[in-house]
């Protein structure tokens, strides 16, 4: 038990906010964006700088305490948040600072990605990160970080270049290709199992405009379009991405024939030169979509294309596989499941994680699945709690029919709580070295509330 005196000890050695249970902003601050976790944490504390951040580390070390790390708070499983235990909150360790000469950018263990593509984008850099701007830099970097530039820059990993970090035991360490280098190559995928983040270095790739957007075919189309897509994405140019979809067509700004309307699609971001963008695209509107909105954009604005229809607070429930091949039984399974997606936010993305991805070795950073050419997620997804049932029922059908066709193991960012053999799964032949790594840096587990790497 935990004495009055000594958390408000804890609570006015921190220039952020010490945040308990009965405190006014308490349900809003453990809400996360995953509106199917309800979890009660005894304490959060909303770090202002890497000092709180010590503070905290140290406080729930010396007094037993569950600890999680929250950076966006977007995980699936809710693993920024914990029951009665201390959560880190970095969300008030957000800046970013862009170096143009290096073409580096600085950033806060707390940013969201819609302020590094925003603070990139002046300078027309960016890092490769996920398809929704919301989403947390700490979570995604550190499990893999899949999306728009995966194919001509790499997953997010690839384009650490160093982090600062607090290690279980309080202290600071700075690691990268040169400094604390086991620990370099364990933070480039092993999620935060390591320890708490406060900064990232992160290279800065030169892109500006894309030619970009979705294009989208009717339900029934799927088979034709996913037997097209399949070969297509392996064999084109590494400028061009394209993850393919399953389904329903909100409401504006789509046309109004559309609204509701179950279909299939690619979104597409092409990074080559943008006057060669309409030659590009010519084979696919040869395919004569229903729909579609493709020409230039600003980066920062299609990381954030889809922002509006995914608010937080919404039930989500996830399952996820790598893939190698899209072998014909797959593709009716997912014509079968693309016809009956179950709500109207529900969906299904392929992200092709192939070309630059590719490039770098299965051992040189914990991403085994260097030759998965897709990492597939399938989403329930509903504002109605009373329609968990149906999309979790839905998710799970459509996993148990496709996994059989998959590589095995899943992007960790991707899963919910799937058990420790779907984590080793994940890492493959890296998951031993990255339990060396854990016994080093964090042989009692302090930072578990994650996709665990036991130490033994
Ligand atoms: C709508 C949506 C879209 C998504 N799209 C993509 C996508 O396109 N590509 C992709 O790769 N992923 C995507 N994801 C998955 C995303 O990568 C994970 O949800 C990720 O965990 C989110 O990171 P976060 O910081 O927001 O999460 P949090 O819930 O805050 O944390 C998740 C985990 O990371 C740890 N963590 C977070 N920050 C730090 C830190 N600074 N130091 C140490 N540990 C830390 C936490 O302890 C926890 O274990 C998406 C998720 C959602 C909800």
Redesign the pocket.
């Known amino acids: 038990m935990l004495s009055e005196k000594a958390i408000q000890q804890f609570g006015e050695s921190l220039r952020g906010e010490l945040i308990q249970a009965g405190d006014q902003n308490y349900d809003e601050a453990r809400k996360?964006?995953n509106g199917m976790i309800d979890k009660r944490p005894q304490m959060i504390t909303r770090c202002f700088d890497v000092a709180d951040v010590i503070t905290s580390v140290n406080f729930g070390r010396e007094n037993n305490m569950l600890i999680?790390?929250?950076?966006?708070?977007?995980?699936?499983g809710g693993?920024?948040i914990c029951d009665n235990g201390l959560v880190i909150d970095?969300s008030q360790i957000r800046y970013t600072h862009v170096d143009p000469k290096s073409k580096t950018i600085h950033v806060g263990?707390g940013c969201q990605w819609g302020d590094v593509d925003h603070a990139g984008h002046a300078f027309g850099l960016a890092v490769p990160a996920?398809?929704?701007s919301t989403?947390?830099v700490?979570?995604?970097a550190?499990?893999?970080?899949?999306?728009y530039l995966s194919r001509k820059y790499g997953l997010t990993i690839d384009n650490i270049l160093e982090v600062d970090m607090i290690l279980a035991d309080g202290s600071c360490v700075t690691a990268n290709a040169k400094e604390n280098e086991d620990l370099f190559w364990a933070i480039r995928g092993g999620?935060?199992n390591f320890g708490?983040?406060t900064s990232f270095l992160f290279k800065g790739n030169p892109v500006h405009t894309n030619y970009a957007g979705p294009t989208l075919w009717h339900i029934e189309n799927t088979e034709r379009i996913l037997k097209w897509y399949r070969d297509f994405i392996l064999n084109v140019e590494d400028d061009l991405y394209g993850f393919f979809a399953l389904l329903t067509v909100p409401g504006p700004p789509f046309p109004e024939e559309l609204h509701g309307k179950k279909m299939c699609g690619v979104v597409w971001n092409y990074t080559g030169p943008i006057e060669n963008g309409e030659a590009i695209f010519k084979p696919i509107r040869d395919l004569k979509p229903d729909f579609e909105n493709v020409g230039p954009m600003p980066h920062p604005m299609l990381n954030a294309m889809f922002d509006v229809f995914?608010p937080t607070g919404l039930q989500w429930y996830w399952r996820a596989d790598f893939i190698k091949e899209i072998p014909d039984e797959a593709v009716a399974e997912h014509v079968k499941f693309g016809e009956a997606l179950p709500t109207p936010l529900s969906t299904m993305h392929m992200y092709p994680i192939n070309g630059a991805v590719h490039k770098v070795g299965k051992n040189d950073t914990p991403w085994a699945y260097r030759d998965a050419n897709w990492a597939q997620v399938m989403v329930g997804v509903d504002p109605d709690p009373a329609n968990n049932e149906k999309i979790t029922k839905w998710t799970k059908d459509y996993f148990d029919a496709i996994h059989p066709y998959s590589a095995g193991g899943a992007y960790i960012?991707?899963m919910m709580d799937e058990g420790q053999e779907r984590v080793k799964a994940s890492y493959k032949d890296n998951y031993d070295r990255l339990v060396k790594v854990k016994n080093k840096y964090d042989p009692n587990n302090l930072f578990r509330?994650?996709q665990n790497i036991k130490p033994s």
Request: aromatic share 8%; net charge positive.
């Open positions: 996360v964006y999680s790390v929250r950076g966006g708070g977007h995980n699936a693993l920024g970095l263990g996920g398809v929704i989403t947390g700490g979570g995604l550190l499990g893999g970080g899949v999306g999620g935060g708490v983040v995914y960012n991707f509330v994650n």
